[in-house]
């Protein structure tokens, strides 16, 4: 917007300057012609005073300063035969006697304008003369005054230009950074208000509209904290119970071994089930970054748990591999981020999957931070999907099971809970990316 304001400033005002500097030109030279003109025509009357009849002969009579005169007239009789005529070229001096031939009129030849003007004696015409004027000099003045207002043209547009900039930066400069607050205050800290009162100008409206915004985002992020409580709490009852029932029925030693492994199945899906709305009642409040997760063990503890419960089984090979990183995240909430990732990547892979742990290159703008890519042989994710997965409820055209499309989704907004990010990489194999934060001293 402020590049677009500027150079339609800068539009309109160098097509003002130009048409005021054509219309300078058209004026000046008007002005010039006229004077030129106005000359032109007092010297054609001087000379024709000058002339007169002696013994049936004209003759120009002598009289102070006609040296100047004479330089620059023709006299020609009836018969249009030079009486008197200056030594120029033949050009001009052919000019000449056409032009006296000709009758009462003016010509350009070059530079130079010719007048002619017939001489009387009483009501009777003598004769013709004919005087000329070099408009050189008012060629070179236009030029050289057109030339400097163009320069001043260019001078004015300059200055016009760089003091437009700074006035619409200067205007504009509250609005980018009420923007940019706005934006981190929506990402970080819902709360904070620019509180500039009622709208009294631009500046003040927009901050109205900003803070009315902040006011419902923090009002839609309270509802979704308080509904996922919620919905954490309501689980956690049945849960329990769930629990208590499958560890009584286990003790029971009549029963079948086959009920008893699978009371104890159920048991353990409960233990995960608990686990997970623990670390989703965490997520919202400030314990999520307080914790230290080694990377490296969160990682094998993740690979182990999904491969054992993977349908292939033994037939999919996973593996870690990297050095310890200690990120700022509880470990709990680490797992329950890559968890889902790792699950789809097994629900797609062929025959291996990967997670390879290390720090991103400070270079690249990711200092104190750690990378966890989980790559798998699968069909991987096309460039229109690297945004479309992360919608809650997508599915993409490789997906199999009956899996809801939520777990990319979950992984991400957990991993931006606590500083990182969850990104989908465009290959012929599936590849996911999950930054965390270090730790100031790892």
């Known amino acids: 917007m402020r590049r ?10 160098t097509t003002s300057v130009a048409l005021l500097t054509v ?7 008007g002005w010039l012609r006229h004077d030129a003109d106005a000359l032109l025509a007092s010297r054609a009357r001087a000379a024709s005073a000058l002339v007169t009849v002696d013994a049936g002969r004209l003759v120009l009579e002598e009289t102070p300063g006609d040296e100047a005169i004479e330089q620059e007239m023709w006299l020609f009789d009836l018969k249009t035969s030079p009486v008197v005529h200056p030594p120029v070229d033949r050009s001009l001096a052919s000019a000449a006697a056409t032009l006296a031939s000709a009758g009462p009129a003016t010509r350009m030849v070059g530079q130079v304008e010719l007048r002619s003007l017939p001489v009387l004696d ?42 437009v900039r700074r006035l619409v930066g200067s205007a504009l400069r509250p609005v980018a ?47 979704e904290t308080l509904v996922t409580s919620q919905i ?86 996973m593996s870690v591999h990297g050095a310890a990183r200690p990120a700022l995240c509880d470990p709990d909430l680490a797992e329950r981020i890559l968890t889902p990732i790792v699950d789809n990547a097994l629900r797609h892979t ?15 703008g990711g200092a104190n931070a750690a990378r966890l890519t989980i790559t ?14 992360f919608e809650p409820g997508y599915r993409g055209a490789a997906a199999t099971g009956d899996g809801a499309g939520l777990g990319l989704s979950l992984a991400r907004r957990l991993a931006r809970l606590v500083g990182g990010d969850v990104l989908v990489l465009p290959a012929p194999w599936g590849r996911v990316v999950v930054t965390f934060p270090m730790l100031p001293d790892a």
């Open 4 to 13: 677009r304001l500027v150079w339609l400033t800068v539009a309109v005002i």
């Open 23 to 29: 219309a300078f030109w058209l004026l000046l030279r």
């Open 122 to 163: 009483g009501p009777r015409r003598i004769g013709t003369v004919v005087v000329a004027l070099s408009l050189a000099p008012y060629i070179h003045s236009e030029r050289l005054a057109v030339g400097a207002a163009v320069a001043l043209d260019v001078v004015i547009v300059a200055g016009a230009a760089v003091l």
């Open 177 to 223: 950074e009420m923007t940019a607050l706005a934006g981190d205050w929506g990402a970080h800290d819902p709360d904070q208000r620019f509180g500039l009162g009622p709208p009294r100008d631009e500046i003040t409206g927009l901050a109205a509209t900003l803070d009315g915004l902040l006011t419902r985002l923090a009002a839609s992020l309270r509802h």
């Open 232 to 317: 954490a709490h309501e689980l956690k009852a049945p849960l329990a119970r769930m629990r208590a029932a499958a560890e009584a029925s286990a003790r029971y030693d009549i029963r079948p071994e086959p009920l008893r492994a699978a009371l104890e199945g159920v048991v353990g899906e409960v233990d995960q089930l608990a686990g997970v709305v623990e670390t989703l009642l965490k997520a919202p409040g400030g314990t999520a970054t307080t914790g230290r997760a080694d990377l490296v063990e969160v990682a094998e503890r993740v690979a182990f748990a999904a491969g054992a419960a993977a349908a292939g089984g033994p037939q999919t090979r």
């Open 350 to 364: 062929r025959s291996a999957v990967t997670l390879q742990i290390d720090e991103v290159d400070p270079a690249a």
């Open 376 to 389: 798998d042989d699968g069909p991987g994710f096309t460039p229109d999907e690297v945004d479309a997965v």
